[in-house]
Nanobody
Framework: QVQLVESGGGRVQPGGSLKLTCAAS????????IGWFRQGPGKEREFVAT????????FYSDGAKGRFFIPRDNGRKMVYLQMNSLKLNDTVVYYC??????????????????WGQGTQIIVYS
């Protein structure tokens, strides 16, 4: 049974960077696709980025392309979300989810076997 734990949230000014971590506290990612999603107050959760652990295929939402990156660490069983050039509207809660049935391209959120509790990002001016 995989358990996911997100960390790395915090406060940053526009244009700044943050690096989020999604760690598998139990189990491994070996057969899973891992996705980052985000959700603002009163809004639906939306897709940000995915990575297939086995073949390393990566896909980004249009809003994330060129600003966010989803590297991984094999040894530490972690997936990251490196966020650069942050904007005020990036102020939301970020979640990682994982599952063997997750599509790489634009997967719908909230449908997978494993998920974390979320981590808050606040971009303030």
């Amino acid at each position: 049974q995989v358990q996911l734990v997100e960390s790395g949230g915090g406060r940053v000014q526009p244009g700044g960077s943050l690096k989020l971590t999604c760690a598998a506290s139990r189990g491994t990612f070996s057969t899973l696709t891992i996705g980052w999603f985000r959700q603002g107050p009163g809004k639906e959760r939306e897709f940000v980025a995915t990575i297939d652990w086995q073949d390393r295929t990566i896909f980004y939402s249009d809003g994330a392309k060129g600003r966010f990156f989803i590297p991984r660490d094999n040894g530490r069983k972690m997936v990251y979300l490196q966020m650069n050039s942050l904007k005020l509207n990036d102020t939301v809660v970020y979640y990682c989810e994982a599952g063997s049935g997750m599509k790489i391209k634009n997967p719908p959120p909230g449908r997978y076997r494993y998920w974390g509790q979320g981590t808050q990002i606040i971009v303030y001016s």
